[in-house]
């Protein structure tokens, strides 16, 4: 079974810096997607960014962009310009590739990032 | 609004009575799923389906059932509410292998 781990339960950065948020993963797969995840406080789940493994190239979303390590099994979240809308709960999440395409999604247990003005 | 519905939004029930959380989509797509969300364990998989009475378990299904007779809805049920399923439940779909999941706004249940 796939795991997956984020160190940092809690982050704080002051608006309008960068922050990178980290996340790892356990997986015997080659192919796989991952994900970061916003859960703002009205628990709403926002899709923030998406990776395809077999892509080396980072995904990046306005400022939003990642780091992909395979061989390390890495997956990190970068901040630029830090808002204040961006304060909220980011999950890192994995996806098997596998499986007739019906995997759900397994996730860290989620870094608080708190953004201060 | 990747038309995904969750009702209730929030239940108070007691030990013991059976619980039926209801997730409707209008999107017309293939995959449902069903989490939980407990402090500390980010988001667990419970059970989803790939089809109409298609289904299958995931992490943590033991204590729920799930049923799918219509693409557009699919059903979580908990035949006996314990304490340890008070949670939010959050409902997400998924069409084709290349896309993320959308997930619905969450119910927050708590068992008494």
């Known amino acids: 079974a796939q795991t997956v781990t984020q160190s940092q339960p809690e982050m704080s950065v002051q608006e309008a810096e960068t922050v990178t948020l980290s996340c790892t993963y356990d997986?015997?797969?080659?192919?796989?997607?991952l994900f970061w995840y916003k859960q703002p406080p009205s628990r709403q789940m926002i899709l923030v960014i998406r990776?395809?493994?077999?892509?080396?190239q980072n995904a990046t979303e306005n400022r939003f962009s990642v780091n992909f390590q395979k061989a390390a099994k890495s997956f990190s979240l970068k901040i630029s310009d830090s808002q204040l809308g961006d304060a909220a709960m980011y999950f890192c999440?994995?996806?098997?590739?596998?499986?007739?395409?019906?995997?759900?999604?397994?996730f860290g247990k989620g870094t608080h990032l708190i953004i201060q003005p | 609004d990747a038309g995904i519905t969750q009702s209730p939004r929030h239940k108070v029930t007691e030990t013991g009575t059976p619980v039926t959380l209801r997730c409707h989509q209008t999107?017309?797509?293939?995959?449902m799923y069903w989490y939980r969300q407990d402090p500390g364990h980010g988001l667990r998989l419970i059970h989803y389906?790939?089809?109409?009475?298609?289904?299958d378990k995931g992490e943590v299904s033991d204590g729920y059932s799930v049923s799918r007779s219509k693409t557009e809805d699919f059903l979580l049920t908990l035949e006996s509410a314990t304490s340890s399923q008070t949670s939010v439940y959050f409902c997400?779909?998924?069409?084709?292998?290349?896309?993320?999941?959308?997930f619905g706004q969450g119910t927050r249940l708590t068992v008494v």
């Open positions: 997400a779909i998924r069409e084709g292998n290349l896309r993320e999941a959308f």
């Open positions: 990776q395809e493994a077999y892509k080396q």
């Open positions: 997986t015997s797969e080659s192919d796989y997607y």
């Open positions: 999107e017309n797509h293939r995959y």
């Open positions: 999440a994995y996806r098997s590739y596998s499986g007739g395409g019906a995997d759900g999604l397994t």
């Open positions: 389906s790939y089809g109409v009475k298609d289904t």
